[in-house]
């Protein structure tokens, strides 16, 4: 079986980070997002499709280098096709059902259970749903009494939103699904999933965590649920000296604490010195940055190789090159 990974997207929300790591792989506990999509896969995928475009040649270089324990192949848009266009664009690795995946989402779906709802029900495809508060900034489906996806609006107003389930951008799809998606530049969302209603694409709800990581809060979100989980790990090569002091769940890295308070919910990095007197929570700081004396770091992402300065605050930040 295939599994598609849509990470075409420029992650603007994400800049400046973004301006020099594609979004797939922005670290999330050491590891980059996309291996936390590709690891759980079910067995029965053997090669996994990334259907990329910003940035291509990081991505090449990160998986020429690193056996994620599948077949990976990129296949890349010379601009991007919009999320429909991706799949079209793939149409040739697609011999049966595919699992697609938005190379951006971090959840606990089980995609066997999933696979096993999808077969029983029959149908184009099968849609992952989460359910939120506020669903303006999401996919959101209609659905009838036997789960079956009777209606679908991409990001509507809060108030003309029909219910609380959203798509979290998870898919088991039939090969037909190729059949009714236009060449150019066509999004799934709205252009493909309004009119393939018709031909049985079904709900499928699950427990756990979901994270959309397309933002600095929900990365950090992302980051601050897997430590809960149990991710949290201190290298036996960091340098802690000066009382430097670690509160709650994180993971630190090969680094240097001196003096400072680290925690809760903190990701450093390969290379980072953190200087007396600094204090960094809710936060990731990578390889290489220089936290100096005194600085305050919270909810903020500090990029590779930045300075955060003598005393200063940074609060709800991306802090990146440009
Ligand atoms: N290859 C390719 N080409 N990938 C793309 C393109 C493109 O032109 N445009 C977007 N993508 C990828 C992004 O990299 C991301 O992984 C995924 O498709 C979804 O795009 P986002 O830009 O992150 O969309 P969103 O978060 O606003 O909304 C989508 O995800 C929500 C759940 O997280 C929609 O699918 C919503 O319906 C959904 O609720
Ligand atoms: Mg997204």
Not at 23 to 45: Q, S, Y
Not at 231 to 255: C, F, H
């Amino acid at each position: 079986m295939k599994a598609l990974i849509l990470a075409g997207g420029l992650g603007t929300r994400l800049r400046p980070l973004t301006y020099r790591m594609p979004k797939p792989l922005i670290p999330l506990l050491g590891r980059p997002l996309v291996d936390h999509i590709i690891d759980p896969l079910p067995a029965e995928v053997d090669t996994v499709v990334l259907a990329v475009s910003y940035m291509k040649d990081a991505l090449d270089a990160y998986f020429s280098s690193h056996d994620v324990g599948r077949k990976v192949v990129l296949v890349n848009e010379e601009a991007p096709l919009g999320t429909g266009g991706a799949v079209k664009n793939v149409a040739h690795y697609i011999n049966d059902t595919f699992i697609a995946f938005n190379g951006d989402v971090v959840c606990s779906v089980d995609l066997n259970d999933m696979l096993h709802h999808h077969r029983e029900h029959g149908g184009i495809g099968t849609m992952a749903l989460w359910r939120v508060d506020d669903p303006s900034a999401f996919g959101v489906v209609g659905r009838d009494s036997r789960g079956r996806i009777t209606s679908f609006q991409e990001k509507p107003a809060k108030e003309e939103a029909i219910s609380n389930s959203i798509n979290a951008g998870v898919y088991i799809f039939e090969k037909e699904l190729l059949d009714h998606i236009p060449a150019g530049v066509v999004s799934l969302e709205r252009d493909v999933f309004p009119k393939i209603l018709n031909k049985g694409l079904h709900g499928y709800e699950f427990k756990g965590h979901w994270i959309d990581c397309g933002t600095r809060e929900n990365i950090l979100v992302a980051q601050r649920t897997l430590l809960d989980l149990g991710g949290g790990r201190i290298s036996p090569e960091m340098i802690k000296e000066d009382d430097a002091m670690l509160t709650g769940v994180n993971m630190v890295q090969r680094s240097h604490l001196r003096g400072c308070r680290i925690g809760p919910h903190v990701y450093i990095e390969d290379d980072v010195l953190i200087s007396k007197g600094a204090e960094v929570s809710e936060s990731m700081v990578l390889r290489g940055a220089l936290i100096e004396e005194g600085a305050k770091v919270q909810g903020s992402i500090i990029g590779p190789d930045c300075v955060v300065a003598r005393g200063q605050a940074v609060k709800d930040q991306i802090v990146a090159r440009t």
